[in-house]
């Protein structure tokens, strides 16, 4: 894999990677898809895609309140908070 | 022993909860370890469904893997991403057990968000095998099976993608069990790769992997892929025991190999056939599970942003650059190498040549159970081609890891159940052996796994705690 492809894929992942990182992973990726190669050896002609194993249709269910009153749980684990709101950097 | 009431206090809680921690101390099984937080929850899960929990699980510890949901616990995946993560809510299995009165008094250790098969993965501790210290216990479930192992507790959950309840089961000399796809809730558990992965139990006998199979069983509303249990109708007397032929071609370790002949044979002396069932697809069953398992694993882990949970980079000037960040000091190597693999697999120009051959390729997999399952009642395969293998990958690199899985993740793909059980202790270490069934007929491999431990049960390794059996 040349180094650009591996750089694109990082980015679209959301990871940059030290340069002891690209050669490591860099490694271990060409060595994964060289072994997902052999798949081209078998016939797959004819052969619907399997998304899941044994699930069949979507399950609705009806929209209303389970008596759980998450917010408070939930919001003690962010990791930077102004009384009740999430602070992240500026998008601007 | 009776491990009912052992955790509701007095002295024999006491004798327990030391000789959990000095065995703990040296197995490193545990990240979080607290039994009287469990007790609050379960007596909290209790009232709320007002269900007595007198039952034959009543004040029973159990230790559930660090990617499953216990309220007021941490739920870290042995990430540093999430270091100081506490879940807000309980995983439906661990509630279901709660409410038949069970203590989840600990969280297990783990590969990194499941990826692995040695439990090395884990950004925070080693775990060791309770046979040799010098191996590893298996993976990713590698905790929760050295927790078992070493009669901490009498069962553990786990969660099984390509094999893992099922290879550190066997590592460990017990029973794992892989549920078929949808038979329990996956709500609670963190996903890695959702179309494959099941929670399943480990335990040191068939009787308890099936009560707590029981318990935790059935269709969730806030698991919109869970099931409802519609069990197959049980088969008496002579099964019809399939081994794929294309096995003949793996190359097995010596002790491995042995087993499996200890245990055909232990078969056929039960009055059971057993005979070879052609199986095409065993080559390719890795190739198509790594592409889907990482496929699926680089589009779950996305959220991991930093964001609004979970340790989060300093010093970021923007979003992109936070999400960026945190998510380089956040993910260990294979996690970062399956979400680069994953995503390079469904990028556009790719998809077609990877994703989508893997999932056709998955067809021709069911395909062959199906035909498989035809002819036999089930399926049995070794678990792993080699026996525990020694910490610090000499012996395994992560590559041959992965190949490994050869004979545990077609299960996954086919969404089929499938229990590890004890088979043989050569050289001083267990080597297990896997049943494989059609959908919902869980009751048929504990039936078969009943008829093997009465003449072999579940091994204990040196220094068990004799009480603890």
Known sequence: METEELFTTARMARLTLRPDEVQRLRAAVEQVLSYFSHMREIDVEGLAPTTHALLCENRLREDREDGQDLADRLLANAPEREERFIVIPNVL | ?469
Not at chain 2, 283 to 298: F, K, L, Q, R
Not at chain 2, 417 to 437: D, K, N, Y
């Open chain 2, 1 to 469: 022993m009776d491990w009912r009431g052992l955790t509701a206090s007095g002295e024999q809680t006491a004798r327990w909860k030391s000789l959990a921690i000095e065995r703990d101390r040296a197995l490193g099984c545990f990240l979080q370890f607290d039994p009287d937080l469990g007790l609050a929850e379960t007596a909290a899960a209790a009232e709320a469904g007002a269900a007595p929990a007198e039952g034959e699980l009543s004040g029973v510890p159990f230790a559930v893997k660090d990617n499953i949901a216990v309220r007021s616990f941490r739920l870290t995946c042995a990430s540093r991403l999430l270091r100081d993560l506490v879940s807000p809510y309980s995983a439906t299995a661990v509630e279901r057990l709660q409410k038949a009165g069970a203590v989840a008094v600990g969280k297990t250790n783990l590969d990194e968000f499941g990826m692995g098969s040695s439990t090395e993965n884990s950004a925070f501790q080693e775990t060791r095998n309770p046979w040799d210290l010098s191996r590893v216990p298996g993976g990713s479930s590698g905790g929760s099976a050295a927790a078992v192992a070493a009669g901490i507790v009498p069962f553990a959950l786990g969660t099984d993608t390509g094999g893992s309840v099922r290879q550190p089961a066997s590592f460990c000399g017990l029973y794992g069990l892989k549920p078929t796809y949808g038979a329990v809730s996956r709500y609670g558990l963190v996903a890695y790769a959702s179309s494959l992965e099941t929670l399943g139990i480990v335990s040191k006998t068939v009787a308890t992997l099936e009560r707590v199979f029981e318990i935790v069983r059935g269709r969730d509303p806030r698991d919109h892929s869970s099931l409802a249990w519609a069990p197959v109708p049980e088969k008496k007397g002579r099964l019809r025991i399939g081994v794929p032929r294309e096995c003949a071609r793996i190359s097995l370790h010596a002790d491995v190999k042995k087993a499996f002949e200890k245990t055909a044979a232990a078969l056929k002396r039960l009055g059971h056939s057993v005979e070879e069932v052609p199986f095409p697809t065993l080559d390719h069953v890795v190739s198509s599970y790594y592409v889907i398992a990482t496929a699926e694993a680089s589009a779950n882990l996305a959220r991991f942003d930093g964001v609004r949970y979970g340790s989060r980079a300093a010093g970021a000037e923007n979003p992109e650059a936070l999400m960026t960040a945190t998510r380089n000091e956040g993910f260990g190597d294979e996690v970062k190498l399956r979400i680069l693999l994953g995503t390079y697999v469904l990028r556009s120009g790719f998809k077609d040549e990877y994703y989508l051959r893997a999932q056709r390729i998955r067809t021709a997999i069911r395909n062959d159970f199906e035909r498989a399952f035809g002819v036999v009642d089930l399926i049995l395969m070794p678990v792993y081609p080699v026996p525990p293998f020694a910490r610090g990958s000499a012996e395994a690199d992560p590559f041959t890891q992965k190949l490994a899985d050869i004979f545990t993740c077609s299960a996954n793909l086919a969404g089929l159940p499938a229990l590890s059980f004890p088979a043989a202790v050569e050289g001083g270490l267990p080597i297990g052996m896997q049943f494989l069934a059609p959908p919902f007929a869980e009751e048929r491999l504990f039936a078969a796994c009943r008829e093997l431990e009465a003449v072999f049960p579940s091994p204990d390794p040196p220094g068990f705690p004799a009480e603890c059996r």
